[in-house]
């Protein structure tokens, strides 16, 4: 039991590693250039020697997607409700939101530029573009999938609509909120860098735009790296809170059972 408990845990840690060893292993043994495909040890020196630049950076960036992700929250939240307790909305705002999602988020980069500048605030309109979808429409489905018989239950109580929305509707809609809240953070940083790639003079999106038009291939691996970094701590941030707030929703899972019998 406890060998597979350890091999449970450290499952993450052997995976990636034996990723970078089998991608470090291709590199070396058919001698891919690094201008085409950087071993991870050739991203692994450049992280370093570029650190500085890429802190700076990496920074802009996690608080550009931080800001545009709390904004999407709290609009995706609120239309969220809005439209999953009314029919009407529902019916109303669900060709506008389909379809506007449908947009290439990289085609109102230029937009957003001709309203707002090139710089910080179209990175975070664009993060907070990305992110809103998924959030206001799993809490529309939360809230929207009631089971019919509580609404009755409710009602017999002398519960109102609203009573009913508090009480069952937006728990009913957590997990489907936290659900959403990992795909959410993910794509926020795909947005503001997608942002700082057309239209910003900092970010890592900018600073692997950079490195690209020199050839520098393996700052733009370790740009990436840095990028998936952030965004596994954001998700696992999220999964924390999810664990925490809806454990009454998770079945058991191989991790509990090692939690009860460990």
């Given at each position: 039991?406890?060998?597979?408990?350890?091999?449970?845990?450290?499952?993450?840690?052997?995976?990636?590693?034996?990723?970078?060893?089998?991608?470090?292993?291709?590199?070396?043994?058919?001698?891919?250039?690094?201008?085409?495909?950087?071993?991870?040890?050739?991203?692994?020196?450049?992280?370093?020697?570029?650190?500085?630049?890429?802190?700076?950076?990496?920074?802009?960036?996690?608080?550009?997607?931080?800001?545009?992700?709390?904004?999407?929250?709290?609009?995706?939240?609120?239309?969220?409700?809005?439209?999953?307790?009314?029919?009407?909305?529902?019916?109303?705002?669900?060709?506008?939101?389909?379809?506007?999602?449908?947009?290439?988020?990289?085609?109102?980069?230029?937009?957003?530029v001709l309203w707002f500048g090139i710089g910080t605030v179209p990175a975070i309109i664009t993060a907070f573009l990305v992110a809103f979808f998924?959030?206001?429409?799993?809490?529309?489905?939360?809230?929207?999938?009631?089971?019919?018989?509580?609404?009755?239950?409710?009602?017999?109580?002398?519960?109102?609509?609203?009573?009913?929305?508090?009480?069952?509707?937006?728990?009913?809609?957590?997990?489907?909120?936290?659900?959403?809240?990992?795909?959410?953070?993910?794509?926020?940083?795909v947005g503001a860098v997608i942002s700082e790639t057309v239209a910003s003079n900092q970010g890592i999106g900018y600073l692997m735009l950079s490195a690209s038009s020199t050839f520098r291939v393996p700052l733009v691996f370790a740009a990436l790296l840095v990028i998936a970094a952030m965004g596994?701590?954001?998700?696992?941030?999220?999964?924390?809170?999810?664990?925490?707030?809806?454990?009454?929703?998770?079945?058991?899972?191989?991790?509990?059972?090692?939690?009860?019998?460990?």
């Amino acid at each position: 039991m406890k060998i597979r408990r350890a091999l449970f845990i450290a499952s993450p840690w052997i995976t990636t590693l034996s990723f970078f060893l089998l991608w470090e292993a291709g590199c070396r043994l058919f001698n891919v250039p690094s201008f085409v495909l950087p071993a991870p040890s050739a991203a692994l020196e450049a992280l370093i020697q570029y650190w500085p630049g890429i802190w700076v950076n990496a920074l802009q960036t996690f608080l550009t997607t931080l800001v545009g992700f709390v904004i999407a929250v709290v609009f995706g939240v609120a239309l969220g409700v809005a439209v999953g307790a009314s029919a009407v909305l529902y019916r109303a705002l669900n060709p506008l939101l389909i379809g506007f999602n449908s947009i290439p988020k990289v085609a109102v980069v230029p937009i957003l530029v001709l309203w707002f500048g090139i710089g910080t605030v179209p990175a975070i309109i664009t993060a907070f573009l990305v992110a809103f979808f998924p959030i206001s429409v799993n809490v529309a489905t939360g809230i929207a999938t009631m089971e019919p018989e509580l609404e009755d239950v409710m009602r017999s109580l002398g519960a109102s609509r609203l009573d009913i929305l508090y009480r069952v509707g937006l728990p009913r809609s957590l997990p489907y909120f936290f659900a959403s809240l990992k795909i959410a953070i993910t794509l926020a940083f795909v947005g503001a860098v997608i942002s700082e790639t057309v239209a910003s003079n900092q970010g890592i999106g900018y600073l692997m735009l950079s490195a690209s038009s020199t050839f520098r291939v393996p700052l733009v691996f370790a740009a990436l790296l840095v990028i998936a970094a952030m965004g596994i701590c954001m998700y696992a941030v999220a999964a924390w809170f999810e664990r925490r707030h809806t454990k009454w929703t998770i079945r058991s899972t191989e991790h509990s059972r090692f939690a009860v019998g460990g």
